[in-house]
């Protein structure tokens, strides 16, 4: 299996679609989400409590298990430059430890999830809470939207 920044690698890994779980991988949480098989949209789906890797990856191979997942996309956190960052090297280590679940990820630029998705939250005036609680979750769809909207234009 591969890790890739490389959509048309990425697309070559997944001749025949199937459903995407896209992760937004933070310190404390790991914001879940998936897609329709068709890849026409994603949802937010589930918020995992970061305790151990193995914990962690359990929580999330039972997801890819019951969902019948066939690809993952990571958020990588870039600079505002485009540039790597330590976060965006703590992103890449993070997939290559999801490596044995045999599915090919692709690691999807970040840059301004988090951002799109507390100044949606606002704007619909979701308490400091709440918009706590969903912000991870939503970032992760937002990850997942922008690689599908990508995979589905290269044909």
């Given at each position: 299996?591969?890790?890739?920044?490389?959509?048309?690698?990425?697309?070559?890994?997944?001749?025949?679609?199937?459903?995407?779980?896209?992760?937004?991988?933070?310190?404390?949480?790991?914001?879940?989400?998936?897609?329709d098989a068709g890849w026409s949209f994603a949802?937010?789906?589930?918020?995992?409590?970061?305790?151990?890797?193995?914990?962690?990856?359990?929580?999330?191979?039972?997801?890819?298990?019951?969902?019948?997942?066939?690809?993952?996309?990571?958020?990588?956190?870039?600079?505002?430059?485009?540039?790597?960052?330590?976060?965006?090297?703590?992103?890449?280590?993070?997939?290559?430890?999801?490596?044995?679940?045999?599915?090919?990820?692709?690691?999807?630029?970040?840059?301004w999830s988090t951002v799109a998705v507390t100044?949606?939250?606002?704007?619909?005036?979701?308490?400091?809470?709440?918009?706590?609680?969903?912000?991870?979750?939503?970032?992760?769809?937002?990850?997942?939207?922008?690689?599908?909207?990508?995979?589905?234009?290269?044909?």
């Open positions: 299996m591969i890790v890739t920044t490389d959509r048309i690698a990425f697309r070559a890994a997944l001749p025949d679609g199937g459903r995407l779980m896209g992760l937004d991988v933070g310190t404390k949480t790991i914001g879940v989400a998936l897609c949802s937010p789906a589930e918020l995992i409590r970061r305790t151990k890797f193995q914990k962690d990856k359990l929580a999330l191979a039972a997801i890819i298990a019951a969902q019948q997942v066939k690809g993952l996309v990571i958020g990588l956190p870039l600079n505002l430059d485009g540039s790597e960052s330590p976060r965006s090297q703590s992103s890449r280590a993070f997939a290559r430890n999801l490596l044995d679940l045999e599915l090919p990820i692709f690691l999807q630029d970040e840059r100044r949606t939250l606002i704007e619909q005036d979701a308490s400091r809470a709440r918009r706590a609680e969903l912000v991870d979750k939503m970032a992760a769809a937002y990850i997942l939207q922008g690689a599908i909207d990508a995979l589905v234009a290269l044909g």
